[in-house]
Nanobody
């Protein structure tokens, strides 16, 4: 059974930090780029960041560059998203996903697998 389980969401003040984790199972970790999309109320889903665990390539949306850092622990089949200098506009449900690196970069949400989402709320 394929599972992507997110953890680490919550409420934080503007300027604070959170770390999201995505633990995956049921498929070969190295065969996919894994990362996050986010969706804020009333807005379209946005590709935030991803990492290709096979070669370490990373992608970041312009809105999070310099503030978010993605990493992976291949031994644990887990991907992390360290989010610093959080802003109220980062408030959204963050969904872990596995799919094509190029789909993440093109903001194409045609992913192969999805997690259930983790809510991140940044207060001003």
């Amino acid at each position: 059974e394929v599972q992507l389980v997110e953890s680490g969401g919550g409420l934080v003040q503007a300027g604070g930090s959170l770390r999201l984790s995505c633990a995956v199972s049921g498929f070969t970790f190295d065969d996919y780029a894994i990362g996050w999309f986010r969706q804020a109320p009333g807005k379209e889903r946005e590709g935030v960041s991803c990492i290709s665990s096979s070669d370490g390539r990373t992608y970041y949306a312009n809105s999070v560059k310099g503030r978010f850092t993605i990493s992976s622990d291949n031994a644990k089949n887990t991907v992390y998203l360290q989010m610093n200098s959080l802003k109220p506009e980062d408030t959204a449900v963050y969904y872990c996903a596995a799919g094509s690196f190029f789909s993440f970069a093109a903001n194409d949400d045609a992913m192969d697998y999805w997690g259930k989402g983790a809510l991140v709320t940044v207060s001003s």
